[in-house]
């Protein structure tokens, strides 16, 4: 089993709808998750960190975290072509250091 | 801005020869990582340094060493490059638990 699982896409959204992605990582001691957007040719920049339970929310961007499933996703209201892009999940898997493990990758399409 | 710099952004090497990457952050950071991305397979670790001189494996190591001599510099090694290792490098560096910011990435090609 991969520690960090995405859906490798592509997910297609009309502009406007809301997009919604999920991750599934398996160390149940991991504490820290990031979501990065990454444009084709690009390297990966962060868009959201999420550290406890629950939502946060940053703009048109919500993360949501539920470590008793082992579950993490990012919602992008609103969808614009511009946010079509690959998003990555990455996920702190080190005890007493950080070590960062990365799913493959959804790609977003969103047409106009 | 927090600034990762790698070496190059493109380079062509031939089979067999060694091959540096160097990477090199100005914010101070404890965590450095070199990365693999190759098409459908994401992003895979190569090693990962938490202090200096102190160096991690991640999940795909062979081939590769690195050296972290220097707080603020990480070196990725391709001791003997083979075909299989054309690919883009990324660095990345963090502060303790937070989040990771990458380079502009290199693309190797080995021929």
């Known amino acids: 089993q991969k520690e960090v699982e995405q859906n490798s896409g592509p997910l297609s959204v009309p502009e406007g709808a809301i997009a919604s992605l999920n991750c599934t990582y398996s160390?149940?001691?991991?504490?820290?998750f990031f979501w990065y957007r990454q444009y084709s040719g690009k390297s990966p920049e962060l868009i959201m960190s999420i550290y406890s339970n629950g939502d946060k929310e940053d703009g048109r961007f919500t993360a949501q975290l539920n470590k008793a499933s082992q579950y993490v996703s990012l919602l992008i209201r609103d969808s614009q072509p511009s946010d079509s892009a690959t998003y990555l999940c990455a996920v702190n898997v080190g005890t007493g250091f950080q070590k960062l493990v990365f799913g493959t990758g959804t790609r977003l399409l969103v047409s106009p | 801005d927090v600034k990762v710099t790698q070496s190059s952004r493109y380079l062509v090497k031939r089979t067999g020869e060694k091959v540096f990457l160097e990477c090199v952050q100005d914010?101070?950071?404890?965590?450095m990582f070199w990365y693999r991305q190759d098409p459908g397979l994401g992003l895979r670790l190569i090693y990962f340094?938490?202090?200096?001189?102190?160096?991690e494996k991640g999940d795909i190591p062979e081939g590769y060493s690195v050296s972290r001599e220097k707080k603020e510099r990480f070196s990725l090694i391709l001791e003997s490059a083979s075909t299989n290792q054309t690919s883009m490098y990324l660095c990345a560096s963090s502060s303790l638990e937070t989040e990771a910011f990458f380079g502009q990435g290199t693309r190797l090609t080995v021929v």
């Open positions: 914010m101070d950071h404890e965590n």
């Open positions: 340094s938490y202090d200096v001189k102190m160096k």
């Open positions: 160390d149940r001691v991991s504490q820290s």
